[in-house]
């Protein structure tokens, strides 16, 4: 199995949604089935069929991030170069086009988040920064048609 990279706090959000899981969510799972269960026959019960089927996808989740977490290497500890753009990299970028300047930090798919400026380093635009300097112009095809972007800065 392969490494799951993780910044120190994308591995503190998952270790903490895996404890509520494990805690709080699967009480309120347990106790939505016993109060089904106590409205008698269960053939033709939607509230129980529901409450499984709620559990169902709990247990999944609890066992994809204990997954995650046992693979988990934090990449702050790691001796990864910051002349070029690799994942845990800030990266300051302007649109050519536009030239309107943007930040984003590349990370694991794990914890790749958009609304936060977290790109995927498996996304178009992340695979396309790796390896590359400040300074360089990169060109990106995405499904909307062909971006391009001047690397103005690269931090940790």
């Excluded at 990279?5 to 949604?17: C, D, S």
């Excluded at 347990?30 to 008698?40: C, D, F, H, L, W």
């Excluded at 649109?95 to 936060?116: F, G, H, I, N, R």
């Amino acid at each position: 199995m392969e490494d799951v990279f993780l910044t120190q706090k994308g591995y503190e959000q998952l270790r903490e949604e895996l404890e509520f899981l494990k805690t709080t969510k699967r009480r309120e799972i347990s106790q939505a089935i016993a109060k089904a269960r106590a409205m008698g026959d269960l053939s033709e019960n939607a509230e129980y069929d529901a409450a499984k089927e709620a559990q169902g996808h709990l247990e999944k989740r609890i066992v994809e991030l204990e997954d995650k977490l046992s693979r988990a290497r934090i990449i702050e500890n790691e001796n990864i170069p910051t002349d070029k753009v690799y994942i845990g990299a800030c990266v300051k970028l302007r649109d050519e086009d536009t030239k309107e300047e943007s930040a984003y930090t590349l990370v694991s798919p794990a914890e790749a988040d958009y609304t936060q400026n977290k790109l995927s380093i498996e996304s178009p635009i992340g695979k396309a920064l790796l390896g590359r300097k400040a300074g360089e112009t990169v060109e990106i095809q995405v499904p909307a048609g062909i971006l391009k972007y001047k690397i103005i800065e690269i931090s940790r």
